[in-house]
Protein backbone atom coordinates (compact mmCIF):
# COMPACT_ATOMS: atom_id res chain seq x y z
CA UNK A 1 0.00 0.00 0.00
CA UNK A 2 1.11 3.81 -0.25
CA UNK A 3 3.33 5.60 2.12
CA UNK A 4 1.26 8.78 1.20
CA UNK A 5 -0.99 9.94 -1.06
CA UNK A 6 -1.53 13.41 -2.63
CA UNK A 7 -4.86 14.28 -3.61
CA UNK A 8 -4.62 16.53 -6.58
CA UNK A 9 -8.59 17.98 -5.92
CA UNK A 10 -10.50 20.47 -3.71
CA UNK A 11 -13.96 20.16 -1.74
CA UNK A 12 -15.71 17.33 -0.97
CA UNK A 13 -14.17 15.06 -2.71
CA UNK A 14 -11.09 15.57 -2.11
CA UNK A 15 -12.12 15.41 1.62
CA UNK A 16 -14.13 12.18 0.68
CA UNK A 17 -10.53 10.65 -0.78
CA UNK A 18 -8.85 11.95 2.62
CA UNK A 19 -11.44 10.02 4.75
CA UNK A 20 -10.79 6.83 3.42
CA UNK A 21 -6.98 7.66 3.52
CA UNK A 22 -7.29 8.51 7.17
CA UNK A 23 -9.21 4.90 7.37
CA UNK A 24 -5.67 3.25 5.96
CA UNK A 25 -3.59 5.10 8.30
CA UNK A 26 -1.71 6.76 5.23
CA UNK A 27 -0.70 10.16 5.64
CA UNK A 28 -2.61 12.65 2.77
CA UNK A 29 -1.23 16.04 1.31
CA UNK A 30 -3.75 18.96 0.19
CA UNK A 31 -2.66 21.07 -2.69
CA UNK A 32 -4.61 23.99 -2.75
CA UNK A 33 -4.47 27.50 -4.66
CA UNK A 34 -4.76 31.21 -3.28
CA UNK A 35 -8.57 31.27 -2.22
CA UNK A 36 -8.63 27.63 -0.98
CA UNK A 37 -5.85 28.56 1.82
CA UNK A 38 -9.00 27.95 4.43
CA UNK A 39 -10.53 25.25 2.95
CA UNK A 40 -11.77 22.17 4.38
CA UNK A 41 -9.98 19.89 2.98
CA UNK A 42 -6.43 21.70 3.42
CA UNK A 43 -7.45 21.58 6.72
CA UNK A 44 -8.60 17.53 6.86
CA UNK A 45 -5.45 16.48 5.52
CA UNK A 46 -2.10 15.83 7.42
CA UNK A 47 -0.34 18.28 5.13
CA UNK A 48 -0.84 21.00 3.07
CA UNK A 49 1.09 22.83 -0.36
CA UNK A 50 0.45 25.62 -2.34
CA UNK A 51 0.29 25.35 -5.60
CA UNK A 52 -0.70 28.86 -7.01
CA UNK A 53 -3.21 31.71 -7.66
CA UNK A 54 -7.05 31.26 -7.80
CA UNK A 55 -7.43 30.18 -11.29
CA UNK A 56 -7.32 26.41 -11.83
CA UNK A 57 -5.98 27.12 -14.70
CA UNK A 58 -3.13 28.17 -12.82
CA UNK A 59 -2.96 25.83 -10.29
CA UNK A 60 -5.68 22.25 -10.15
CA UNK A 61 -5.14 22.43 -13.77
CA UNK A 62 -1.25 22.65 -13.91
CA UNK A 63 0.38 19.05 -13.88
CA UNK A 64 3.70 20.10 -13.11
CA UNK A 65 2.18 21.83 -9.73
CA UNK A 66 0.98 18.86 -8.78
CA UNK A 67 3.53 16.66 -9.65
CA UNK A 68 6.19 18.66 -7.85
CA UNK A 69 4.37 18.68 -4.61
CA UNK A 70 3.90 14.90 -4.79
CA UNK A 71 8.07 15.37 -4.75
CA UNK A 72 8.31 17.15 -2.54
CA UNK A 73 6.53 15.85 0.09
CA UNK A 74 7.24 12.17 -0.32
CA UNK A 75 3.63 10.85 -1.83
CA UNK A 76 3.87 7.68 -3.98
CA UNK A 77 0.42 7.92 -5.09
CA UNK A 78 -2.03 10.39 -6.92
CA UNK A 79 -5.92 10.36 -6.31
CA UNK A 80 -7.16 13.03 -8.61
CA UNK A 81 -10.73 13.27 -7.55
CA UNK A 82 -13.44 14.20 -10.30
CA UNK A 83 -12.76 17.20 -12.71
CA UNK A 84 -9.58 19.01 -12.79
CA UNK A 85 -6.98 16.16 -14.17
CA UNK A 86 -8.89 13.42 -13.41
CA UNK A 87 -9.40 12.03 -17.34
CA UNK A 88 -6.13 14.25 -18.44
CA UNK A 89 -3.93 11.44 -20.08
CA UNK A 90 -0.92 13.11 -20.48
CA UNK A 91 -1.33 13.61 -16.38
CA UNK A 92 -1.23 9.77 -16.02
CA UNK A 93 1.49 9.44 -17.97
CA UNK A 94 3.60 11.84 -16.41
CA UNK A 95 2.97 10.61 -12.95
CA UNK A 96 3.52 7.16 -13.73
CA UNK A 97 6.91 8.42 -15.49
CA UNK A 98 8.09 10.14 -12.35
CA UNK A 99 7.28 6.69 -10.31
CA UNK A 100 4.16 7.95 -8.78
CA UNK A 101 0.87 5.98 -9.01
CA UNK A 102 -1.80 7.53 -10.50
CA UNK A 103 -4.89 6.49 -8.84
CA UNK A 104 -7.23 5.42 -11.81
CA UNK A 105 -7.43 3.68 -15.08
CA UNK A 106 -4.08 3.54 -17.71
CA UNK A 107 -2.89 6.36 -19.65
CA UNK A 108 -4.29 4.68 -22.82
CA UNK A 109 -7.83 3.51 -21.45
CA UNK A 110 -8.40 7.23 -20.62
CA UNK A 111 -7.26 8.16 -24.47
CA UNK A 112 -9.69 5.98 -25.76
CA UNK A 113 -12.10 6.62 -23.53
CA UNK A 114 -11.62 10.78 -24.59
CA UNK A 115 -12.35 10.24 -27.92
CA UNK A 116 -16.05 9.57 -28.63
CA UNK A 117 -15.92 7.91 -32.03
CA UNK A 118 -12.98 5.79 -30.99
CA UNK A 119 -15.38 4.95 -27.71
CA UNK A 120 -18.58 3.88 -29.93
CA UNK A 121 -15.89 1.38 -31.90
CA UNK A 122 -14.78 0.28 -28.84
CA UNK A 123 -18.19 -0.37 -27.36
CA UNK A 124 -19.63 -1.71 -30.56
CA UNK A 125 -16.70 -4.40 -30.67
CA UNK A 126 -17.37 -5.10 -27.13
CA UNK A 127 -20.79 -6.16 -28.74
CA UNK A 128 -22.53 -3.52 -26.27
CA UNK A 129 -25.61 -2.09 -28.15
CA UNK A 130 -24.59 1.78 -29.55
CA UNK A 131 -27.06 4.01 -30.90
CA UNK A 132 -27.69 3.86 -34.78
CA UNK A 133 -25.08 6.15 -36.71
CA UNK A 134 -21.77 6.30 -37.63
CA UNK A 135 -18.21 5.99 -35.46
CA UNK A 136 -15.98 7.81 -38.01
CA UNK A 137 -16.08 11.45 -37.91
CA UNK A 138 -18.42 13.23 -41.02
CA UNK A 139 -16.60 14.77 -44.31
CA UNK A 140 -19.11 16.54 -45.44
CA UNK A 141 -23.09 17.42 -45.27
CA UNK A 142 -24.00 15.19 -48.41
CA UNK A 143 -22.82 12.29 -46.13
CA UNK A 144 -24.58 12.98 -43.42
CA UNK A 145 -27.68 13.41 -45.39
CA UNK A 146 -27.29 10.15 -46.83
CA UNK A 147 -26.30 8.76 -43.27
CA UNK A 148 -29.46 10.74 -41.90
CA UNK A 149 -31.88 9.42 -44.74
CA UNK A 150 -31.02 5.57 -44.13
CA UNK A 151 -31.32 6.14 -39.40
CA UNK A 152 -34.15 8.32 -39.93
CA UNK A 153 -35.21 11.83 -38.22
CA UNK A 154 -34.33 13.41 -35.72
CA UNK A 155 -30.57 12.63 -35.75
CA UNK A 156 -28.20 13.83 -33.17
CA UNK A 157 -24.87 15.31 -34.09
CA UNK A 158 -21.86 15.23 -31.80
CA UNK A 159 -18.43 16.20 -31.46
CA UNK A 160 -15.66 13.40 -31.71
CA UNK A 161 -13.77 15.44 -28.93
CA UNK A 162 -16.81 16.43 -26.96
CA UNK A 163 -19.08 14.85 -24.31
CA UNK A 164 -21.17 17.52 -21.49
CA UNK A 165 -23.47 18.21 -24.51
CA UNK A 166 -20.58 21.13 -25.83
CA UNK A 167 -20.66 20.41 -29.90
CA UNK A 168 -23.85 19.03 -30.04
CA UNK A 169 -26.88 19.42 -32.27
CA UNK A 170 -30.60 18.01 -32.54
CA UNK A 171 -31.77 17.95 -35.97
CA UNK A 172 -35.22 17.17 -36.80
CA UNK A 173 -35.23 17.76 -40.87
CA UNK A 174 -32.94 17.45 -43.70
CA UNK A 175 -33.83 21.39 -44.35
CA UNK A 176 -31.55 21.79 -40.89
CA UNK A 177 -28.92 19.13 -41.57
CA UNK A 178 -26.34 21.11 -42.92
CA UNK A 179 -26.47 24.60 -40.98
CA UNK A 180 -26.22 22.53 -37.82
CA UNK A 181 -23.62 20.29 -39.55
CA UNK A 182 -21.63 23.87 -39.97
CA UNK A 183 -22.72 25.47 -36.13
CA UNK A 184 -21.45 21.76 -34.45
CA UNK A 185 -18.21 21.39 -36.40
CA UNK A 186 -17.75 25.24 -35.06
CA UNK A 187 -19.03 25.29 -31.42
CA UNK A 188 -16.07 21.43 -31.75
CA UNK A 189 -13.76 23.63 -32.85
CA UNK A 190 -13.91 26.24 -30.30
CA UNK A 191 -14.10 24.16 -27.66
CA UNK A 192 -12.29 21.00 -28.19
CA UNK A 193 -9.73 22.25 -31.20
CA UNK A 194 -11.20 19.47 -33.19
CA UNK A 195 -14.09 20.17 -35.19
CA UNK A 196 -14.81 16.80 -36.31
CA UNK A 197 -18.61 15.36 -35.74
CA UNK A 198 -20.25 12.47 -35.76
CA UNK A 199 -24.04 11.23 -36.36
CA UNK A 200 -26.58 9.37 -34.41
CA UNK A 201 -30.16 8.76 -34.50
CA UNK A 202 -31.41 10.80 -31.79
CA UNK A 203 -33.58 8.85 -28.93
CA UNK A 204 -36.04 10.87 -27.56
CA UNK A 205 -36.61 11.72 -24.11
CA UNK A 206 -34.38 9.70 -23.12
CA UNK A 207 -33.41 8.36 -19.21
CA UNK A 208 -29.60 8.76 -18.42
CA UNK A 209 -28.72 5.19 -16.30
CA UNK A 210 -25.10 4.17 -15.75
CA UNK A 211 -23.45 1.56 -14.86
CA UNK A 212 -20.44 1.75 -11.61
CA UNK A 213 -17.56 -0.75 -12.95
CA UNK A 214 -14.57 -1.73 -11.02
CA UNK A 215 -11.66 -3.89 -12.52
CA UNK A 216 -8.02 -4.69 -11.07
CA UNK A 217 -5.09 -5.07 -12.93
CA UNK A 218 -5.34 -8.39 -13.67
CA UNK A 219 -8.28 -8.59 -15.57
CA UNK A 220 -11.15 -9.31 -13.22
CA UNK A 221 -13.81 -6.95 -13.57
CA UNK A 222 -17.13 -6.46 -11.66
CA UNK A 223 -20.33 -4.14 -12.22
CA UNK A 224 -22.57 -2.87 -9.12
CA UNK A 225 -25.55 -1.61 -11.06
CA UNK A 226 -26.85 0.94 -11.93
CA UNK A 227 -27.20 4.84 -11.01
CA UNK A 228 -30.05 6.73 -12.25
CA UNK A 229 -28.75 10.12 -13.61
CA UNK A 230 -31.81 11.69 -15.07
CA UNK A 231 -32.80 14.65 -13.23
CA UNK A 232 -30.42 16.86 -14.58
CA UNK A 233 -30.16 20.86 -15.98
CA UNK A 234 -28.00 22.22 -18.52
CA UNK A 235 -26.32 18.30 -18.45
CA UNK A 236 -25.74 18.89 -14.67
CA UNK A 237 -27.21 16.01 -12.97
CA UNK A 238 -28.86 17.48 -9.65
CA UNK A 239 -30.71 14.31 -7.61
CA UNK A 240 -28.92 10.79 -8.40
CA UNK A 241 -30.25 7.51 -7.38
CA UNK A 242 -29.58 3.55 -6.84
CA UNK A 243 -31.21 1.62 -8.38
CA UNK A 244 -33.06 3.21 -11.46
CA UNK A 245 -36.55 2.97 -11.23
CA UNK A 246 -36.93 1.36 -14.73
CA UNK A 247 -33.97 -1.25 -14.27
CA UNK A 248 -35.34 -2.29 -10.93
CA UNK A 249 -38.75 -2.96 -12.66
CA UNK A 250 -37.42 -4.71 -15.86
CA UNK A 251 -36.53 -8.48 -15.37
CA UNK A 252 -32.93 -8.53 -15.98
CA UNK A 253 -32.07 -5.19 -16.81
CA UNK A 254 -29.39 -4.65 -14.19
CA UNK A 255 -28.09 -7.84 -15.69
CA UNK A 256 -28.01 -7.40 -19.44
CA UNK A 257 -26.62 -3.74 -18.74
CA UNK A 258 -24.14 -5.01 -16.37
CA UNK A 259 -22.77 -7.73 -18.56
CA UNK A 260 -22.30 -4.74 -21.48
CA UNK A 261 -20.49 -2.57 -19.31
CA UNK A 262 -18.41 -5.27 -18.26
CA UNK A 263 -17.41 -6.03 -21.87
CA UNK A 264 -16.73 -2.71 -22.50
CA UNK A 265 -14.22 -2.23 -20.01
CA UNK A 266 -12.86 -5.69 -20.61
CA UNK A 267 -12.42 -4.53 -24.21
CA UNK A 268 -10.70 -1.34 -22.80
CA UNK A 269 -8.44 -3.00 -21.02
CA UNK A 270 -9.33 -0.94 -17.99
CA UNK A 271 -8.80 -1.46 -14.51
CA UNK A 272 -9.99 0.86 -11.10
CA UNK A 273 -13.51 2.40 -11.23
CA UNK A 274 -15.40 3.96 -14.57
CA UNK A 275 -18.98 4.29 -15.42
CA UNK A 276 -20.20 3.56 -18.55
CA UNK A 277 -23.22 5.63 -19.41
CA UNK A 278 -26.16 4.76 -21.74
CA UNK A 279 -29.23 6.17 -22.80
CA UNK A 280 -32.59 4.18 -21.89
CA UNK A 281 -36.16 4.29 -23.29
CA UNK A 282 -38.80 2.81 -20.95
CA UNK A 283 -39.24 -0.67 -23.10
CA UNK A 284 -35.84 -1.15 -21.00
CA UNK A 285 -33.65 -0.65 -24.55
CA UNK A 286 -30.74 1.02 -23.85
CA UNK A 287 -27.75 1.99 -26.01
CA UNK A 288 -23.74 2.91 -24.97
CA UNK A 289 -22.86 6.65 -25.00
CA UNK A 290 -19.81 7.57 -23.40
CA UNK A 291 -17.60 5.99 -20.60
CA UNK A 292 -16.08 8.52 -17.75
CA UNK A 293 -13.00 6.94 -16.55
CA UNK A 294 -12.89 8.58 -13.27
CA UNK A 295 -14.87 8.61 -9.40
CA UNK A 296 -17.82 10.46 -9.96
CA UNK A 297 -19.60 13.03 -7.74
CA UNK A 298 -22.64 10.42 -7.83
CA UNK A 299 -20.68 7.13 -6.01
CA UNK A 300 -22.33 7.27 -2.96
CA UNK A 301 -25.09 5.95 -3.80
CA UNK A 302 -23.47 2.98 -5.28
CA UNK A 303 -21.79 2.62 -2.30
CA UNK A 304 -24.81 2.82 -0.23
CA UNK A 305 -26.87 0.21 -1.36
CA UNK A 306 -23.86 -2.44 -2.24
CA UNK A 307 -21.82 -1.46 1.19
CA UNK A 308 -18.98 -1.50 -0.80
CA UNK A 309 -16.26 1.73 -0.37
CA UNK A 310 -15.14 2.71 -3.94
CA UNK A 311 -12.24 4.53 -2.57
CA UNK A 312 -10.82 2.11 -0.52
CA UNK A 313 -10.98 -0.18 -4.10
CA UNK A 314 -9.48 2.18 -5.79
CA UNK A 315 -6.49 2.43 -3.53
CA UNK A 316 -6.27 -1.06 -3.12
CA UNK A 317 -6.49 -1.99 -7.02
CA UNK A 318 -4.07 1.06 -7.54
CA UNK A 319 -1.58 -0.50 -5.46
CA UNK A 320 -2.11 -3.80 -7.23
CA UNK A 321 -3.73 -5.59 -4.89
CA UNK A 322 -7.07 -8.21 -6.39
CA UNK A 323 -10.39 -7.21 -6.31
CA UNK A 324 -11.75 -9.93 -3.91
CA UNK A 325 -15.35 -9.79 -5.09
CA UNK A 326 -17.06 -11.84 -7.52
CA UNK A 327 -20.03 -10.99 -9.60
CA UNK A 328 -21.83 -13.08 -7.78
CA UNK A 329 -20.65 -11.49 -4.41
CA UNK A 330 -22.33 -8.01 -5.31
CA UNK A 331 -26.05 -7.25 -3.23
CA UNK A 332 -28.09 -4.10 -3.55
CA UNK A 333 -29.78 -3.55 -0.73
CA UNK A 334 -32.61 -0.46 -0.61
CA UNK A 335 -32.67 2.97 -2.19
CA UNK A 336 -30.47 5.40 -2.14
CA UNK A 337 -30.84 9.33 -3.02
CA UNK A 338 -28.51 12.00 -3.43
CA UNK A 339 -28.75 15.68 -3.75
CA UNK A 340 -26.29 17.98 -5.04
CA UNK A 341 -26.56 21.19 -2.96
CA UNK A 342 -24.94 23.77 -4.69
CA UNK A 343 -24.54 27.56 -3.91
CA UNK A 344 -26.85 28.69 -6.48
CA UNK A 345 -29.90 30.77 -6.86
CA UNK A 346 -33.28 29.02 -8.01
CA UNK A 347 -34.70 32.00 -8.27
CA UNK A 348 -32.09 33.44 -10.65
CA UNK A 349 -32.00 30.91 -13.42
CA UNK A 350 -29.70 28.88 -10.71
CA UNK A 351 -26.81 31.60 -10.97
CA UNK A 352 -24.05 31.24 -8.48
CA UNK A 353 -23.94 32.35 -5.59
CA UNK A 354 -20.61 32.48 -3.76
CA UNK A 355 -20.23 33.79 -0.87
CA UNK A 356 -19.89 33.73 3.30
CA UNK A 357 -21.57 30.68 5.70
CA UNK A 358 -22.88 32.77 8.38
CA UNK A 359 -24.39 29.43 9.74
CA UNK A 360 -24.71 25.98 8.88
CA UNK A 361 -27.04 23.53 10.03
CA UNK A 362 -26.41 20.06 9.18
CA UNK A 363 -28.48 17.46 8.67
CA UNK A 364 -27.86 13.98 10.72
CA UNK A 365 -30.02 10.54 12.30
CA UNK A 366 -31.05 7.00 10.29
CA UNK A 367 -30.02 6.77 6.94
CA UNK A 368 -28.20 9.99 6.31
CA UNK A 369 -24.63 10.68 4.65
CA UNK A 370 -23.33 14.25 4.11
CA UNK A 371 -20.34 14.56 1.50
CA UNK A 372 -19.38 18.12 2.52
CA UNK A 373 -16.56 20.50 1.48
CA UNK A 374 -17.86 23.77 3.79
CA UNK A 375 -17.99 24.62 7.49
CA UNK A 376 -19.51 27.67 8.86
CA UNK A 377 -17.01 30.95 8.54
CA UNK A 378 -16.10 29.65 5.37
CA UNK A 379 -16.17 31.89 1.81
CA UNK A 380 -17.86 29.66 -1.26
CA UNK A 381 -15.32 30.84 -3.66
CA UNK A 382 -16.36 32.07 -7.24
CA UNK A 383 -13.32 30.69 -9.17
CA UNK A 384 -14.93 27.36 -8.68
CA UNK A 385 -17.96 24.70 -9.44
CA UNK A 386 -20.43 25.98 -6.37
CA UNK A 387 -20.70 22.58 -5.06
CA UNK A 388 -21.30 22.47 -1.46
CA UNK A 389 -22.16 19.25 -0.42
CA UNK A 390 -23.85 15.93 -1.15
CA UNK A 391 -26.67 14.69 1.28
CA UNK A 392 -27.47 11.63 0.14
CA UNK A 393 -30.21 9.37 1.71
CA UNK A 394 -30.46 5.29 2.12
CA UNK A 395 -34.04 3.85 3.08
CA UNK A 396 -35.48 0.15 2.57
CA UNK A 397 -37.74 2.11 -0.70
CA UNK A 398 -37.97 4.59 -2.77
CA UNK A 399 -40.69 6.30 -1.41
CA UNK A 400 -38.69 6.03 2.47
CA UNK A 401 -35.72 7.45 0.92
CA UNK A 402 -37.75 10.37 -0.77
CA UNK A 403 -39.66 10.75 2.24
CA UNK A 404 -36.35 10.82 4.64
CA UNK A 405 -34.09 13.35 2.17
CA UNK A 406 -37.01 15.71 2.66
CA UNK A 407 -37.07 15.13 6.42
CA UNK A 408 -33.52 15.80 5.96
CA UNK A 409 -33.74 19.00 3.86
CA UNK A 410 -35.97 20.26 6.78
CA UNK A 411 -33.06 20.06 8.96
CA UNK A 412 -30.47 21.54 6.56
CA UNK A 413 -30.12 25.27 6.89
CA UNK A 414 -27.04 27.44 5.01
CA UNK A 415 -26.99 30.78 5.86
CA UNK A 416 -25.34 33.76 4.07
CA UNK A 417 -25.72 32.50 0.93
CA UNK A 418 -28.62 31.20 -1.94
CA UNK A 419 -28.94 27.47 -2.21
CA UNK A 420 -30.78 25.23 -3.99
CA UNK A 421 -32.43 23.19 -1.23
CA UNK A 422 -35.97 24.76 -1.55
CA UNK A 423 -35.72 23.38 -5.19
CA UNK A 424 -35.45 19.84 -3.76
CA UNK A 425 -38.19 19.98 -1.70
CA UNK A 426 -40.27 21.02 -4.66
CA UNK A 427 -38.60 17.93 -6.87
CA UNK A 428 -39.63 15.64 -3.96
CA UNK A 429 -42.93 16.40 -3.31
CA UNK A 430 -43.72 16.07 -7.45
CA UNK A 431 -46.28 13.45 -8.17
CA UNK A 432 -44.00 12.33 -11.29
CA UNK A 433 -41.07 12.76 -9.74
CA UNK A 434 -42.57 10.35 -6.73
CA UNK A 435 -43.76 8.01 -9.56
CA UNK A 436 -40.49 7.63 -10.95
CA UNK A 437 -41.56 8.50 -14.15
CA UNK A 438 -38.19 10.71 -15.20
CA UNK A 439 -36.41 11.19 -18.25
CA UNK A 440 -33.61 13.88 -19.25
CA UNK A 441 -36.01 16.34 -19.74
CA UNK A 442 -37.63 16.35 -16.45
CA UNK A 443 -36.44 19.41 -15.12
CA UNK A 444 -37.52 21.38 -17.75
CA UNK A 445 -40.45 19.93 -17.93
CA UNK A 446 -40.84 20.57 -14.37
CA UNK A 447 -40.05 24.04 -14.25
CA UNK A 448 -42.64 24.68 -16.97
CA UNK A 449 -45.45 22.81 -15.35
CA UNK A 450 -44.97 24.03 -11.80
CA UNK A 451 -45.90 27.82 -11.91
CA UNK A 452 -49.71 27.33 -14.09
CA UNK A 453 -50.97 24.65 -12.31
CA UNK A 454 -50.00 26.11 -8.75
CA UNK A 455 -51.82 29.60 -9.85
CA UNK A 456 -54.93 27.58 -11.27
CA UNK A 457 -55.65 26.31 -7.96
CA UNK A 458 -56.81 22.91 -8.86
CA UNK A 459 -53.48 21.56 -7.30
CA UNK A 460 -53.52 22.63 -3.84
CA UNK A 461 -50.70 20.55 -2.75
CA UNK A 462 -48.74 21.98 -5.37
CA UNK A 463 -49.88 25.16 -4.43
CA UNK A 464 -49.09 24.77 -1.53
CA UNK A 465 -45.16 23.69 -2.48
CA UNK A 466 -44.78 26.35 -4.37
CA UNK A 467 -45.96 28.89 -1.73
CA UNK A 468 -43.53 27.26 0.85
CA UNK A 469 -40.64 27.83 -1.34
CA UNK A 470 -41.23 31.28 -2.09
CA UNK A 471 -41.84 31.63 1.43
CA UNK A 472 -38.62 29.97 1.64
CA UNK A 473 -36.84 32.17 -0.74
CA UNK A 474 -38.45 35.27 0.85
CA UNK A 475 -37.18 34.63 4.16
CA UNK A 476 -34.18 36.51 4.88
CA UNK A 477 -32.78 34.24 7.70
CA UNK A 478 -33.66 30.94 6.01
CA UNK A 479 -32.40 28.95 2.98
CA UNK A 480 -34.15 25.88 3.73
CA UNK A 481 -37.81 25.18 3.08
CA UNK A 482 -40.26 23.99 5.62
CA UNK A 483 -41.83 21.31 3.85
CA UNK A 484 -46.08 21.62 3.87
CA UNK A 485 -46.64 20.32 7.79
CA UNK A 486 -43.36 20.94 9.25
CA UNK A 487 -43.25 22.19 12.55
CA UNK A 488 -43.73 25.88 13.02
CA UNK A 489 -41.80 25.16 16.31
CA UNK A 490 -38.34 23.78 14.35
CA UNK A 491 -38.91 26.91 11.97
CA UNK A 492 -39.13 29.35 14.83
CA UNK A 493 -36.37 27.46 16.97
CA UNK A 494 -33.92 27.70 13.93
CA UNK A 495 -34.37 31.19 13.09
CA UNK A 496 -33.67 31.83 17.12
CA UNK A 497 -30.60 29.82 17.07
CA UNK A 498 -29.31 31.68 13.88
CA UNK A 499 -29.24 35.30 15.28
C1 LIG B 1 -27.89 11.81 -27.04
C2 LIG B 1 -29.24 12.11 -26.74
C3 LIG B 1 -30.20 11.56 -27.56
N1 LIG B 1 -29.83 10.78 -28.61
N2 LIG B 1 -27.59 11.03 -28.09
C4 LIG B 1 -25.96 14.82 -23.88
C5 LIG B 1 -24.57 14.89 -23.36
C6 LIG B 1 -23.78 13.89 -24.11
N3 LIG B 1 -22.89 13.19 -23.24
C7 LIG B 1 -24.78 12.98 -24.73
N4 LIG B 1 -26.05 13.61 -24.61
C8 LIG B 1 -27.15 13.13 -25.26
N5 LIG B 1 -26.89 12.30 -26.30
C9 LIG B 1 -28.54 10.53 -28.86
N6 LIG B 1 -28.21 9.76 -29.89
C10 LIG B 1 -29.52 12.91 -25.65
C11 LIG B 1 -28.46 13.45 -24.90
C12 LIG B 1 -28.85 14.27 -23.80
C13 LIG B 1 -28.56 13.89 -22.48
C14 LIG B 1 -27.86 12.73 -22.19
C15 LIG B 1 -27.59 12.38 -20.88
C16 LIG B 1 -28.02 13.20 -19.85
C17 LIG B 1 -28.71 14.35 -20.12
C18 LIG B 1 -28.98 14.72 -21.44
C19 LIG B 1 -29.67 15.89 -21.69
C20 LIG B 1 -29.94 16.25 -22.97
C21 LIG B 1 -29.51 15.45 -24.04
Redesign the pocket.
Known sequence: MFRKVLVANRGEIAVRVMRALRERDIPSVAVYSDVDRASLHVRTADEAVHIGPSPSSESYLVAEKILDAARRTGADAIHPGYGFLSENAEFAQACEDAGVTFIGPSPASIRSMGSKTAARILAEKAGAPV?P?TSKALTDAAEARAIAREIGYPV?L?AAAG???KG?RLVHSEADLAGALRDAASEAERSFKNSEVYI????VR?R?IEIQVLGDKHGHIIHLGERE?SV?RR?QKVIEECPSPLVNAIPGMRERMGEAAVNVARTAGYYNAGTI?F?ANDAGEFYF??MNTRLQVEHPVTELVTSMDLVHWQLRIAAGEALTIRQQDVRWNGWSMECRLYAEDPDTNFLPSPGLIQQLAIPSGPGIRLDSGVYPGWTVPMDYDPLLAKLATWAETREMSIDRMRRALTETSVLGIKTNIAFFQAILQDPQFRAGALQ?GFIDEFLQRMPPKAAGGAHEELAAVVAAVHAAKHTPSQSAAPSPGASQWLADGRRRLHR
Open positions: VGMKGGGMEKAIPHCQHELLET
